[in-house]
């Protein structure tokens, strides 16, 4: 029973329970450990089943009760036959609680059988440490802050909450391509840790989550994309992304070129707007002013020119040209403006000493609002002819659409003409412009009956060619199919096997670490021999049970033997007696005594045979005392006495309670 205990001990740590080092038979299991034990092996066997029991038993009797009336049900339902109900986790035995797990253990799944041989490194162990604590964590319902308790104050408290902030990690492994010496030696000596990166450590779970994401959901559109069209392209995965990628640069081009063109309204001379592209340059280019921007004008916009120019700054003379030229391509219309104006008829004249310096200044003020009103109105002119150049490109455009069409209709016309003026050529000859009408019409016929036999003469070949180059391509295409389900077949498998390769190599890197962990005393041998013992020994008892068997099968082959001898001598000598009995008193009394003794030894035979049932009886006293002792009856009826007060008092507690309300 030791080495069964040692293989139940070790699965039921694989599964989940803490069992600590100092238990070493299922004698020293607790009612908490058993409950423990057997919740875990039902959640891996019915995890539907098991997430609705508690691994733990409450502090109530009462519930205690309830919890062991539940986990008997569960171990009937996932089909145990023993006797079990409530007293076998609160009351418990060896030999019920032994079988229960050698039950359990057996019905465990074969993942966890296999998982259960893996080795149990510390990075495993730590995992399954965080896996357990979170399913217990989300199997525990929410409740609202009222109805809490302090048992749930660790688990659905408050004060752990934190706002979902991601902020960018740089991470060295996330780096592609080929790696140069100078960002290995700043990941190596500047790059702060992951930790240490986002500004609040409340955000550091977060980002790694959000980065970690990121990156699933990349992978997982690279590999749905190259097995959708990826493979279809028949390119390598590096063509393929340099010709999507020269795809999206030829996309931004054109959006950029066709961003920077000038709009229709600037177009036309109308007040300019700047495009969105090059408001984007500017914004990116700060506080450049907006005449250092360099825009890409049309012929239009360059043939545009509107300047200003002030000659003369002296104190006597001052006067302004404006000039507009205003030229179009389509209509060839060129407007020029021209407006000389001169202060105080043509030239002011000089001014004297003494004339103020306050009358020159209200001077020059009345010229500049007359030289912006003049302005004004040859903006308002231009902005007239503008409207009025748009309106006469708008008619022009109609006029020559309808130019276009009246063409058409006089093309049309001249060739109708020219049918009806060579019928009337005709008319004076009729007869015989039919007769040759006719001819032609027969030789014309005669003509397309050689042809059409000529073309059914190529035809033939070349609807068979057609033919064959038909059912060639679609057996290319067949095949080009079926290779390349063969190439996503083996993608799938390369995948697979990836994942399998990375998974051994785990397993190997954690088999190598627990090796180099193990004591380098114990040995393969040692636990090699230990088994063979285990084995001779078994063979050992077997033997001496069949022996046994054997020498019981004798004696009791014997002692029928004996009886029946003994019962067919006292039948023969019984019936020789009481021949002579009739006739001599001496053997009458002799046949008295065979009687008697007969009697006496059928007695003594029955008395052996009690005698054994006896002992038997007996032996089986025994062991069933000893069974009892190990059942701790003794212990089981205190510990049922001392739930028995407690229930009273509880129920006593909850009457007073009552009577209170």
Request: charged letters at 25%; a negative charge; aromatic letters at 4%.
């Amino acid at each position: 029973m030791e080495e069964v205990d040692k293989i139940l001990i070790h699965t039921l740590k694989q599964v989940g329970t803490e069992v600590s080092e100092e238990v070493n038979s299922v004698k020293e299991f607790t009612s908490e450990l058993i409950v423990e034990a057997v919740v875990r092996c039902i959640r891996v066997i019915d995890p539907g089943l098991g997430s609705a029991l508690p691994t733990s038993l409450p502090p109530g009797m009462s519930a205690r009760f309830r919890v062991g009336m539940s986990l008997a049900q569960a171990c009937q339902d996932i089909g145990y036959k023993g006797e079990i109900g409530y007293q076998t986790f609160l009351y418990s035995n060896e030999p019920e609680i032994r079988s229960l797990l050698m039950f359990l253990v057996e019905r465990l799944p074969r993942e966890s059988a296999e998982t259960s041989d893996q080795p149990t490194g510390k990075s495993v162990v730590l995992q399954r440490a965080i896996a357990a604590a979170i399913k217990a964590q989300l199997s525990v319902p929410w409740l609202p802050p009222n109805c809490r308790l302090p048992l749930h104050g660790e688990t659905q408290s408050p004060g752990g909450l934190h706002s979902f902030h991601v902020q960018p990690l740089s991470l060295p492994h996330c780096t592609k391509g080929p790696t140069k010496k100078e960002l290995i030696d700043y990941q190596r000596d500047i790059l702060p840790p992951v930790t240490a990166q986002p500004s609040n450590h409340a955000s550091v779970v977060a980002s790694i989550l959000e980065q970690h994401t990121a990156e699933l959901s990349a992978a997982q559109e690279w590999d749905s994309e190259w097995n959708s069209q990826g493979l279809v392209s028949r390119l390598t995965p590096q063509e393929y992304r340099s010709r999507k990628l020269t795809r999206l640069r030829k996309r931004a081009e054109e959006q950029l070129r066709s961003a920077s063109l000038p709009s229709a309204e600037s177009a036309f001379g109308g007040p300019r707007s700047t495009s969105d592209l090059s408001e984007l340059l500017q914004a990116f280019r700060g506080s450049a002013p907006a005449n250092q921007v360099l825009t890409k004008g049309s012929h239009f916009t360059h043939t545009q020119k509107f300047t200003f120019t002030q000659v003369g700054t002296t104190p006597g003379i001052n006067h302004c040209v404006h000039s507009l030229q205003f030229s179009t391509v389509s209509s060839n219309v060129s407007v020029c403006l021209c407006v000389c104006q001169e202060a105080a008829a043509v030239t002011s004249p000089i001014p004297t000493g003494r004339q103020s310096e306050g009358d020159v200044q209200l001077r020059q003020e009345e010229e500049l609002a007359s030289l912006q009103q003049q302005f004004q109105q040859l903006c308002t002119d231009v902005d007239q002819l503008t409207a009025d150049m748009k309106h006469m490109g708008v008619t022009n455009t109609q006029v020559l659409d309808e130019l276009k069409q009246r063409e058409l209709g006089n093309t049309e016309e001249e060739e109708r003409m020219q049918v009806k003026k060579k019928t009337i050529d005709l008319l004076p000859d009729a007869d015989n412009n039919l007769v040759k009408f006719q001819a032609q019409v027969e030789a014309s016929a005669k003509r397309v009956l050689h042809l059409a036999s000529q073309w059914e003469k190529h035809r033939a070949p070349l609807i068979e060619e057609h033919r064959t180059l038909k059912e060639i391509c679609s057996n290319q295409d067949l095949e080009s199919s079926r290779k390349l389900s063969e190439i996503k077949s083996l993608h799938d498998k390369i995948r697979v096997s990836t994942e399998e390769a990375k998974k051994k190599e785990e397993i190997y890197k954690q088999l190598v670490t627990e090796l180099e962990n193990l004591p380098q005393d114990a040995s393969r041998s040692a636990y090699t021999q230990r088994i063979l013992e285990i084995v001779s020994n078994i063979k050992k008892q077997k033997e001496e049970i069949t022996k046994i068997l054997s020498d019981t099968k004798e004696l009791q082959k014997e002692i029928n033997n004996l009886t029946g001898k003994l019962d067919r001598t006292f039948a023969v000598t019984d019936e020789l007696v009481f021949k002579d009995a009739k006739k001599d008193e001496s053997v009458r009394k002799s046949y008295k005594y065979l009687a008697a003794l007969h009697e006496n030894c059928n007695h003594l035979i029955q008395t052996i045979e009690d005698t054994g049932t006896i002992l038997r009886e007996i032996r089986d006293l025994e062991e069933q005392i000893e069974t009892e002792h190990g059942n701790k009856t003794v212990a089981n009826l205190e510990r049922i006495l001392d739930d028995y007060k407690a229930i009273r008092q509880e129920n006593s507690a909850l009457a007073a309670k009552v009577r209170e309300g």
